[in-house]
């Protein structure tokens, strides 16, 4: 069957469809139903099934006889190493590492924060939680010890488990102190910590609350795998919303399992024994479902990377490892592609390679933009498929589903609806919109499985943020349009949201930081275009009256504040000093036409807007900062 019998199948018998694709898991007791519609417009998934996520993802692929086969690659150009990792290892480890949580009070339901590095043992801290029935939060190294702090208050782990250091090219990142001043700010306090020591840091252990790895999995039975509800939280992963507080996306167990199956063979042509490598990190969803859960679920090897695109030590690093591990489908954000590109832009590197074995190259995480997909298509010769989706999703609403069928690619499209989603693009009023037309991103309610059902602890919340605007949708937060052949294509966020280097930051976020600072009245930020990193923040400060702080020194202050507060990752480098801000009559900032100056993009003269003069302000600043193609209205 090609894709549009299976997405017809789908709408045909969506039950149907997704009761066969469970059979595809072991479970302890089989589902009685596939959704579970009673609490319209909140559905789940599977509820009533009995399952454990990582007996799906590494004990059934011992008892099958995978267990010489090498489950988890470690690949760390940092730190100069290679590891390979079978499932019979993993399984030990896992146990081991679930056996000692089990021992220390940790049980099917409790909440457990992972601060790591890119290193096997993240991945095996998220299958031991998974062991337990136990709720992972992983949280990315890449932020600061507050933003850890509001996700230890949020989801009140039991335990939290970390290494001692990450590994920048160019730093070491010190996760103990940072971990140490989150316990410390957070107000809720975990009853335990548990540190890997990595050789290149070994970090001081507070008496009685800290154990170390090994140490604290001295002498422990190893844990079997409980048994969950299919309606179980798998975990919780936070992601920026429009405010400072991150949204707790929550995933149920079941659910998860069957849509990663289903997604590894029907979109990325993964079975098992194949080998997949996605580059991302296990603090985003990505590192979640395809460094972590998909792969191993569906008996594949997967690859874990410390390293970058570029500099560790050279922009050939990814072909390197597709080679030596003979890679078949590989996984990462076109920003990681035009930082390779911007140094190796006739593919030499890439041709150093054997790459025999790469079948397609998937991107997502941020808009492909099309001469990044060309440049890569004309250099790998394989399919370069771009595919769409969010943390709230955990898999791919549109895709070039690969192993199904190889649709033609269209430049600049993540293609077609994956079964499961009806996508549709809506005006304001809600009504769909024609072919051609931009309108908000919408899918019609259900959402598949593997999707969120809720955010933790704040269902209001998860109405309000997704359900309510457009009643009987989930709204997705993008714009876009449907061409006539049923492509989607994904053109910007609709709220707050940006996207550095594929990831997601919340500007509402770095707004709460510049406002805290003293001499801050008012402030914005916005995403400008970056040509490496897709957008870069920008912010806009007007100081309190009386202020003669120089302008540097409170932007250098202000800099300072959102990397201490939020983190690197935020990349917040740049801002200036104005007088005002330009705003609607009714005090909203215009920040979208703020965007579109700064991008020498035309732009409509909004009707609603108080003083037009203070868009010339903003234009004249955006000048003196060397923004030199900004633009006026037109
Ligand atoms: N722990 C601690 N700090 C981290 C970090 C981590 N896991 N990841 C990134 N940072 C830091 C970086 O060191 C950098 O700090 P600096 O300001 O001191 O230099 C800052 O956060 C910004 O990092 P990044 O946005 O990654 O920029 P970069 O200049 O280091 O690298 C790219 C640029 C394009 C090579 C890099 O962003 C990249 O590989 N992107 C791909 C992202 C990706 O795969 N996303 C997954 C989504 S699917
Ligand atoms: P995250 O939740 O971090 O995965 O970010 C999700 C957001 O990234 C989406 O809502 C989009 O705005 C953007 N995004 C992800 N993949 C794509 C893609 N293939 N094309 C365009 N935008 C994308």
């Known amino acids: 069957m090609g894709y549009r019998e299976i997405y017809s199948a789908w709408q045909a018998d969506p039950e149907a469809f997704w009761m066969q694709a469970a059979e595809a898991i072991d479970w302890v007791r089989k589902p009685s139903k596939a959704l579970f519609d009673e609490n319209a417009p909140i559905y789940e998934w599977f509820s009533d099934g009995m399952v454990n996520a990582c007996w799906n993802a590494v004990d059934r692929h011992v008892e099958a006889g995978r267990g010489d086969q090498i489950a988890i690659m470690h690949e760390s150009p940092i730190t100069l190493s290679t590891k390979g990792l079978t499932y019979a290892q993993l399984q030990k480890r896992v146990a081991s590492l679930a056996g000692a949580l089990r021992m220390r009070g940790v049980e099917k339901g409790d909440r457990v924060i992972i601060y790591m590095p890119m290193i096997p043992e993240a991945l095996e801290a998220m299958l031991a939680c998974a062991r337990l029935g136990a709720i992972h939060s992983v949280v990315f190294g890449g932020f600061a010890a507050s933003e850890l702090a509001v996700r230890i208050d949020d989801c009140q782990p039991k335990a939290i488990i970390a290494a001692s250091c990450g590994l920048e090219p160019n730093r070491v990142v010190h996760y103990k102190p940072l971990l140490d001043a989150a316990i410390d700010q957070a107000s809720h306090k975990p009853e335990f910590c548990v540190i890997f020591q990595r050789e290149q840091e070994v970090a001081k252990l507070i008496e009685g609350r800290d154990f170390s790895w090994h140490g604290f999995q001295y002498g422990v039975k190893p844990a079997e795998c409980v048994p969950v509800e299919g309606n179980h939280p798998a975990y919780i992963l936070y992601t920026s919303g429009t405010t400072g507080q991150p949204k707790g996306v929550v995933r149920h167990?079941?659910?998860?399992?069957?849509?990663?199956?289903?997604?590894?063979?029907?979109?990325?042509?993964?079975?098992?024994?194949?080998?997949?490598?996605?580059?991302?990190?296990?603090?985003?969803?990505?590192?979640?479902?395809?460094?972590?859960?998909?792969?191993?679920?569906?008996?594949?090897?997967?690859?874990v990377f410390e390293g970058k695109p570029v500099g560790t030590p050279h922009p050939g690093v990814f072909w390197r490892i597709i080679q030596n591990h003979r890679i078949k489908s590989f996984f990462t954000a076109p920003t990681a592609l035009r930082a390779i590109r911007r140094e190796d832009p006739n593919g030499e590197w890439i041709r150093r390679y054997k790459l025999h074995d790469l079948q397609a190259l998937f991107l997502a995480g941020e808009r492909a933009d099309p001469d990044t997909v060309k440049w890569a298509q004309d250099h790998l010769g394989v399919p370069v498929v771009d595919h769409w989706w969010q943390t709230e999703t955990g898999?791919?609403?549109?895709?070039?589903?690969?192993?199904i069928e190889t649709l033609p690619t269209k430049l600049g499209s993540p293609s077609v609806p994956m079964p499961g989603y009806d996508v549709q693009v809506l005006d304001e009023g809600g009504n769909p919109v024609p072919p051609g037309t931009l309108g908000a991103i919408a899918i019609k309610l259900p959402l598949p499985p593997g999707t969120l059902p809720t955010l933790w602890n704040a269902e209001s919340r998860f109405r309000?943020?997704?359900?309510?605007?457009?009643?009987?949708?989930?709204?997705?937060?993008?714009?876009?349009?449907?061409?006539?052949?049923?492509?989607?294509y994904i053109m910007a966020r609709t709220d707050d949201v940006i996207n550095v280097a594929g990831h997601r930051l919340s500007t509402g976020a770095m707004e709460e930081v510049l406002a805290s600072h003293p001499a801050v009245a008012e402030c914005a930020v916005i995403g400008v275009a970056d040509s490496l990193k897709g957008q870069s923040p920008l912010g806009f400060l007007c100081l309190k009256a009386g202020v003669d702080t120089p302008h540097a020194k409170v932007v250098a202050e202000v800099v300072k504040l959102v990397r201490e507060r939020i983190g690197p990752v935020a990349a917040f480098k740049e801002a200036c000093v104005v007088d005002r801000l330009p705003k609607t009559r009714s005090g909203k900032i215009l920040r979208a036409t703020m965007a579109k100056i700064a991008d020498g993009e035309a732009f409509k003269m909004p009707a609603t807007i108080d003083d037009p003069a203070v868009l010339d302000e903003i234009t004249e600043a955006l000048r003196q900062l060397g923004y030199p193609q900004v633009a006026t209205a037109g």
């Open 253 to 303: 167990t079941a659910g998860h399992l069957v849509a990663l199956q289903w997604s590894m063979k029907n979109i990325y042509n993964i079975e098992a024994g194949d080998r997949f490598w996605a580059a991302s990190d296990v603090g985003w969803v990505v590192g979640h479902s395809y460094i972590c859960y998909g792969p191993l679920i569906a008996g594949g090897t997967t690859v």
């Open 395 to 403: 898999w791919a609403i549109a895709a070039n589903p690969i192993g």
């Open 464 to 488: 309000k943020s997704y359900l309510d605007h457009f009643p009987g949708y989930y709204e997705t937060g993008d714009a876009g349009y449907v061409d006539e052949d049923g492509y989607l």
